[in-house]
């Protein structure tokens, strides 16, 4: 049974950094493009950020190029979503999800098979 469990969300202040991270199980972890995804109050779930399987090829969306950075470790099976200069509209709950095999980073929710139940990010202002 494949699980994806994210950690280290929490409230912060605008300006703060903060690191997610979605440790992945029953699946050959490193076979699987692993991306972030947030769902702002209200709003669509978007893209954030995603890391290939192959190459480790990385993808973010405009809104945060540049303050976050997506990262993985194989040997721990985890994918982390490093989060510098927060800002408000950066407040969502962030999933993570992963795809097999796919040499670039999807950006719709349908291409991916596996999905973290979510983590509540919120920051002041």
């Known amino acids: 049974q494949v699980q994806l469990v994210e950690s280290g969300g929490g409230l912060v202040q605008a300006g703060d950094s903060l690191r997610v991270s979605c440790e992945a199980t029953?699946?050959?972890?490193?076979?699987?493009?692993m991306s972030w995804f947030r769902r702002p109050p209200g709003l669509e779930i978007e893209l954030v950020a995603g890391?290939?399987?192959?190459?480790?090829?990385?993808e973010y969306s405009d809104s945060v190029k540049g303050r976050f950075t997506i990262s993985r470790d194989n040997a721990k099976n985890t994918v982390y979503l490093e989060m510098n200069r927060l800002e408000p509209e950066d407040t969502a709950v962030y999933y993570c999800?992963?795809?097999?095999?796919?040499?670039?980073?999807?950006?719709?929710?349908?291409?991916?098979?596996?999905w973290g139940q979510g983590i509540q990010v919120t920051v002041s202002s």
């Open positions: 029953g699946l050959i972890f490193e076979e699987y493009t």
């Open positions: 999800a992963a795809r097999r095999r796919s040499k670039r980073i999807p950006s719709t929710t349908a291409e991916y098979a596996y």
């Open positions: 890391i290939s399987w192959i190459g480790r090829g990385t």
